[in-house]
């Protein structure tokens, strides 16, 4: 039997008592699909109206919160590519689904897979690694969080993670290292977290602007600021940083 997780248009669905995403049968989810998609063995993801979702329950999660939940990330990660993805770009013409709402096809007959887009995003800390250097998006002003961009053709995942925090921050980073990763169903990425230190307490370059602020922050003053929700990578990377993880002298390396 078919079960579903119905999402309005800005990633939120309905809750249940457990704090987990509440699946609904075809009578009460289905009639409100504007799209639908198979996201793993029976379950189904449907886009439904904001007014339809809040008639379907009381709590509400979001894709920030439950970023790392294969449901969430999957199901509203599938949807937003088949809204977005309405003609084929290799000759214009107009797409149509499979069964499973996955792959499209244009005139050609060719296959369209979703689309993901690689990103980083890392903890840029000081070379004795107690402060956090943090920035204020200018898309998203009072929080403060990790700094973040897409990867460019040819670049490495280091490379990038080097170019954003110079482009954004102007500081230079020594070795940066992988250490986990999370689907962001809300831009369709794939967010790569990354750890690097500075020497560079103040700017030695431009910056280019996304960022409004910048702040050095110790363990002790995290708490000033707004930070990214919990669920997120970013959040889980400041509570590592926090605790001591990316900070060699403190491992004992």
């Known amino acids: 039997m078919k079960r579903f ?12 008592a457990d704090g987990t ?22 379950v189904w993801a449907v886009l439904v109206s ?4 809040e008639a379907m329950g ?9 970023a790392s939940d294969y449901l ?3 199901g509203f990660g599938l949807l937003r590519n088949q809204r977005q993805l309405r003609f084929d770009p290799r000759d214009g013409s107009e797409v149509t689904w499979g069964e499973a709402g996955i792959v499209a096809r244009g005139a050609s ?4 897979f979703p689309r993901i887009d690689p990103s980083v995003i890392g903890v840029v800390q000081s070379t004795d690694g107690e402060r956090i250097l943090l920035g204020e998006n200018a898309r998203r002003p009072g929080y403060f969080t990790l700094i973040a961009g897409y990867i460019d053709v040819g670049e490495t995942i280091e490379d990038a993670f080097a170019r954003e925090v110079w482009e954004e921050t102007g500081r230079r980073v020594g070795v ?8 962001w169903a809300l831009s369709g990425a794939l967010m790569l977290g990354m750890v690097a230190s500075t020497s560079d307490v103040d700017a030695v370059g431009p910056l280019d602007g996304e960022l409004t602020q910048l702040r050095w922050l110790r363990r002790d003053e995290l708490d000033t600021v707004t930070l990214a ?25």
Not at 230 to 253: S, V
């Open 109 to 112: 007959g060719k296959p369209l």
């Open 176 to 183: 940066v290292r992988y250490v986990g990763s999370q689907p």
């Open 72 to 74: 969430v990330a999957r």
């Open 21 to 42: 995403p509440t699946l609904f049968d075809a009578h009460s989810a289905q009639p409100h699909a504007e799209n639908t998609v198979h996201v793993d063995d029976d």
């Open 229 to 253: 929700v919990p669920g997120t990578i970013a959040r889980r990377m400041i509570d590592q940083w926090a605790r001591g993880e990316f900070n060699e002298k403190r491992r004992g390396t």
């Open 58 to 66: 009381e709590r509400f999660g979001t894709c920030r919160s439950h």
């Open 5 to 16: 997780i119905a999402f309005d248009a800005a990633g939120r669905f309905v809750l249940g």
């Open 50 to 53: 904001e007014a339809q979702l």
